[in-house]
C-alpha cells in the first residue's frame, strides 16, 4: 500500500444518507483490500453502533483523542482504534460526549488541527481513512475538512435538501481560503425515489446550480439500506447485489477516479 | 463570534496541538482546584465548601442566557429526567458520564445523590429528579396539603429514581452535574422558538420553555450558582 487518503462524508442538513454513504464506501473498499478507518464524529454515534461500539464511557473513542493532554502519539491513539466485524475495516468511535466538545474547546486555538494530526501518525496503517461527519458546522466538522482532501456531500433529492446544500458550499468556500487548499467535492445525490416528480425537479435544480461538482448518476430509495443497519453490516456485504449498493459501486468508481491521492494496493 | 473569526481561531496552525498544555493548564487548574475542594471521603464539615447548606444568598450579575447565547441558532441537549424533557445549550455543557454508583453523603440535602470521581474529575451529582422537579411535585403537594411551598418545611419525596438513571450531564465547567435518564436528542434551537423567561423571578434556573419540544431550557449559569449556595430548585 502506498499512501492514504482522507476523505470527509459531510453536510451540514441530517438526514441525507452520510452514514449510509459512509458504511456503504467503506464496505466496498474494504472488498477491495484496502485498510479502511472509519471515523465517527458525529455525537450521535450511528456508525458506531452500526459496528456494535455503544456509547460507553469504558469505550475509548476520538472524544479521548481531541481531549488528551498529551502529545499525540501512537501509543495514544492506537486504543481509541477498534478492529470491527468486517475484514479490513477499523473504526474510531464516537460517543455523546464529543456533543459538548464545541462548549469545551471550541474556541481554543488550534483545536480545529487535531483530529489532522492525529491522523497523520496512523497514516501508514490504512490506506484509507473515511470521516463520518455531524450535521452541524462546529470543531468537529472543522476538524473532519481541515484533515481531508476530498469531500463527499450526500444531498437528498428535495428542495429543502438543496438549500441546505447551500450552506455547505459556503462554509467549504470559506474553509478553502482559511485552509489555503481546495477540496475535491462531489455532490451525491441520495434518497432518489424515481416515482416522484418532486424528486426530479429536484434533481434538475441540483444539476442547474451544481453541475460541476454534482456527480452524474443517483443513489436511489432502497430499503435494503435500512436491513443492512439493522443487521449492523454494511449492504455491500448483507446485500451486494442490490440496486443501491451497485450504484455505491460506480460513485466508488467515479470517487477514486477524481481524487487527489488514490490509495492502492501493491502486491 | 462570526464564523470567519471561529474558524481562524481553530485553524490556528501555530498552536495546532490539541488541547495544548497552555489551553489545558487553565482548565486542569480549575479542574483540580474543584476537586481538591471535593473530599473524595468526604466529611460533613468539607460539605459546605462545595454545596454550603441552604442559605439565602442569591446569585447575581449573571446574564440571561439568551443574553449570553452568542448567535440566534444554537445547537442544545434533550435530556429526560423522570419522563420530563428538559434541554441546555451545548455550549453550557461540560461533558455527559454514564452514571456509575455515587459515594452517598451523610446530611447533605435530598436532592444530592452524591459524590463521585470519573476519569480524575471529581463530580458533585445531583439527583434530577429531585432537584428540578421538586416544584411540581411541591406544587401539587402543596395544592393538596394547603402548604406554602416558599416558607414551610418541604417534606422529602419517597420517589427514589436513582437506581434508573443513565447519564450524569455536567453543567459547564463546574464539577455539579446533573443525573438524568436518558438522552433524547441534539437539536439546533433557533432563539425566536424560546419564550424566554424574566431570570429576576422565581426559578431562575428556568431559562425559558422551548416552543416546539414544550420542554423546559435550563440556565446552567443560575443553576450552577444555586447549588453552589445551597439552594433547592424553589428557593432563591
Known sequence: ?267 | MLLDEYMDTLLTESAAHLPTKTTLAASLQTLLQSVSETPTNASPHSFSQVCPQQSNEQPEGVQALWQRLPNKMFPALLFDIAGVSVAAPLAELGGIHSYVPLQHIVGRPSWYAGYVEIKGQGINCIDGAKWLLLDTHLDKMAGSLHLNTTTDVIPDISYQPHNEYQYIVMLHESNWGIACHNLRDIILIDKDDVNWRDTNVKRPWLAGLIKQQMCAMLDTLQLTDMLDAGLSSNQR
Open chain 1, 1 to 267: 500500500m502506498t499512501c492514504s487518503a482522507i476523505w470527509t462524508v459531510a453536510n451540514q442538513k441530517g438526514g441525507v444518507g452520510k452514514t449510509t454513504t459512509t458504511v456503504t464506501l467503506a464496505g466496498l473498499l474494504a472488498k477491495q483490500g484496502l485498510q479502511v478507518l472509519l471515523v465517527d464524529l458525529d455525537p450521535h454515534a450511528s456508525l458506531s453502533h452500526y459496528f456494535g461500539l455503544d456509547e460507553n464511557d469504558s469505550v475509548k473513542g476520538v472524544f479521548d483523542i481531541f481531549t488528551c493532554s498529551e502529545k499525540l502519539t501512537v501509543d495514544v491513539i492506537q486504543p481509541c482504534i477498534y478492529a470491527s466485524h468486517i475484514d479490513n475495516i477499523s473504526v474510531l468511535p464516537a460517543n455523546m460526549n464529543l456533543a459538548t466538545l464545541d462548549g469545551q474547546l471550541g474556541q481554543s486555538p488550534g483545536m480545529g488541527l487535531a483530529l489532522k494530526q492525529a491522523l497523520h501518525c496512523i497514516k501508514p496503517w490504512y490506506d484509507i481513512v473515511l470521516i463520518d461527519c455531524p450535521p452541524i458546522l462546529g470543531v468537529l466538522m472543522i476538524n473532519a475538512l481541515a484533515a481531508s482532501s476530498q469531500v463527499i456531500i450526500p444531498v437528498q433529492t428535495e428542495h429543502l435538501a438543496i438549500r441546505g446544500l447551500d450552506k455547505m458550499m459556503q462554509s467549504l468556500l470559506l474553509l478553502e481560503h482559511k485552509l489555503s487548499k481546495q477540496f475535491v467535492k462531489t455532490v451525491v445525490p441520495t434518497l432518489f425515489d424515481k416515482r416522484l416528480r418532486a424528486t426530479a425537479s429536484a434533481y434538475k435544480a441540483l444539476h442547474q446550480q451544481y453541475h460541476q461538482t454534482l456527480w452524474s448518476d443517483v443513489i436511489p430509495i432502497d430499503t435494503h439500506f435500512r436491513d443492512a443497519s439493522a443487521a449492523h453490516m454494511p449492504a455491500s456485504h448483507q446485500f451486494p447485489n442490490t440496486r443501491g449498493v451497485r450504484a455505491y459501486a460506480k460513485l466508488l468508481t467515479y470517487l477514486q477516479q477524481h481524487k487527489v491521492t488514490i490509495p492502492h494496493v501493491v502486491g
